[in-house]
């Protein structure tokens, strides 16, 4: 067992934090309070190859591993938790289930301009009454000769208003529950294909989220993703993979809190001197720091398992678990630590706390992660 990282790692990480540090960390509280879309810093990514950093070469991603792609995550999200989950999006809830299940064809025509960022895409699985429970979807196709006419909408879609491609799933076979559910590739464009309400929210303001919805939209055959029925295996690999995205991220957003939290140890004064020598500051530190090197490493064992293991769901449900919950515990910890400061928009830390919380819900809630992994023990 090795817990160095390889040179390529080490040589991605540094690339990306500088990238992180002087690109994408500036603006970030500014486009927090605009909700603007980082599209040139997006742009960007694609140049660096972070919008497929697992992806082969040859399909337009950065041939690299998913660790390194837990790195890339993880070091733009210690500073923007935004674009952090821009990126996670394209890679895992797009990029890869095109990899892993599309034709050549498809692989051409959709993955090669998303892997390398001249694309984005979206994933559209939630409906107002099918969020954990995916069988509970109301979206239809109906196969119509070479075609499919959805019908039906999306909601919580994050990159929906911006995305040029939509990985959805519906309906084509109600009876079926979960085996009648069918997954195909939407363009931007496509006639009966539209954006709907965009949400207010509490945090990752900048990444932007919508409803996509369908009214008679036709969608040729061939853009369909998998077989008939195979939707649902689809979405839940995928998912098991966006877990690893989302972990990624929680890690950073605890690791950006911390770094604050210990820069301000170091400055503010009281009683005489700097507030980090204290017994209650420090150990609160301390303890952040431990859970986020522990979260890490269960990070890196899940995106391990990804490249290594048949089945990972187990390993990527425990990390985006405690990942999740570490980055509450952290920035709670954090905006207790700058006290006041805190809890004011002038500081970075209140934000970190608004981005971390939706790590424990999208992409499986904590509940539904600690049902992964019960089912993994009990199997």
């Known amino acids: 067992m090795k817990f160095e990282l390889t040179e390529e790692q080490q040589m991605l990480q540094e690339t990306a934090r500088e990238f992180a540090q002087k690109e994408v960390k500036p603006g970030a509280s500014a486009r927090d309070e605009s909700h603007e879309f980082p599209s040139e810093l997006i742009k960007t990514c694609g140049e660096m190859s972070l919008m497929g950093v697992a992806i082969p070469e040859e399909w337009g991603g950065g041939g690299m591993d998913t660790i390194s792609y837990a790195i890339a995550i993880e070091e733009i999200s210690s500073v923007c938790a935004s674009t952090g989950v821009i990126l996670s999006v394209n890679n895992s809830l797009v990029c890869d289930p095109l990899l892993a299940f599309g034709t050549d064809e498809q692989k051409h025509r ?77 363009e931007k464009g496509t006639p009966g294909f539209n954006i709907g309400q965009k949400e207010r929210k509490l945090g990752i303001n900048a990444s932007g989220t919508a409803e996509l919805l369908f009214e008679d939209c036709r969608i040729p055959a061939d853009q369909r993703l998998g077989e008939e029925g195979q939707g649902f295996k689809i979405a839940m ?65 899940a995106a391990y398992s990804k490249d290594h293991k048949p089945r990972f769901s187990t390993e990527a449900a425990m990390a985006k678990l405690y990942a999740s919950e570490v980055a509450m515990r952290a920035t709670t910890k954090g905006i207790q630590i700058l006290g006041g400061y805190g809890y004011m928009k002038d500081f970075p830390m209140e934000r970190f706390f608004r981005d971390a919380k939706i790590t424990e819900i999208y992409e499986g809630t904590s509940e539904i992660q600690r049902l992964v992994i019960a089912a993994g023990l009990l199997r």
């Not at 960022?117 to 196969?143: H, I, N, Y």
């Not at 208003?161 to 009876?175: H, N, S």
């Open 237 to 301: 690999k995928t998912l098991d993979g966006g877990r690893i995205g989302i972990a990624a991220q929680a890690v950073g957003i605890a690791r950006g809190a911390l770094e604050e939290a210990v820069r301000y140890a170091k400055q503010r004064q009281q009683f005489g001197k700097p507030i980090g020598t204290f017994e209650a500051i420090s150990w609160m530190l301390a303890d952040i720091a431990t859970e986020i090197d522990a979260a890490r490493l269960l990070t890196y064992r």
């Open 110 to 186: 959709f993955l090669t301009p998303l892997a390398s960022g001249r694309k984005l895409g979206c994933f559209g699985l939630t409906e107002p009454e099918a969020g954990s429970d995916a069988a509970r979807q109301k979206s239809t196709a109906v196969r119509d000769g070479d075609h499919y006419v959805l019908n039906g909408m999306k909601i919580f879609i994050t990159n929906a208003e911006v995305a040029d491609t939509a990985l959805v799933f519906v309906m084509t076979d109600k009876e079926q529950g979960t085996k009648g559910i069918t997954a195909f590739i939407v």
